[in-house]
Nanobody
């Protein structure tokens, strides 16, 4: 069974940091684009960041650029999201996703990703 499992979420004060992890099992995604999305209550799922199969290229939503960093460890089949200078508007459930048939195009639409984790809650208190 293929699984993406996120971890690292929690409650943090504004200005603080969190590091999310997404561990894949059941198959390798080392040659796939990986992404992070988030969804706040009552809002649509929103693109956060994506990374190419090699990790050499990444792309960010404007709202997180300069504060968040996506990275991956292909040997561990794991993707990370380092979140710094957190703001209350970053509060959401964060999802990891894999675009298994795509190695390089850093897509931002949720429909392009075919594997999803269950999500991890990030709450930023002001």
């Amino acid at each position: 069974q293929v699984q993406l499992v996120e971890s690292g979420g929690g409650l943090v004060q504004a200005g603080g940091s969190l590091r999310l992890s997404c561990a894949a099992s059941g198959r390798t995604f080392s040659n796939s684009v990986m992404g992070w999305f988030r969804q706040a209550p009552g809002k649509e799922r929103q693109f956060v960041a994506a990374i190419s199969w090699s990790g050499s290229r990444s792309y960010y939503a404007e709202s997180v650029k300069g504060r968040f960093t996506i990275s991956r460890d292909r040997a561990k089949n794991t993707v990370y999201l380092q979140m710094n200078s957190l703001k209350s508007e970053d509060t959401a459930v964060y999802y990891c996703a894999a675009d298994s048939g795509n190695m390089a195009a850093l897509t931002t639409t949720p429909g392009s990703y075919d594997y999803w984790g269950q999500g991890t809650q990030v709450t930023v208190s002001s």
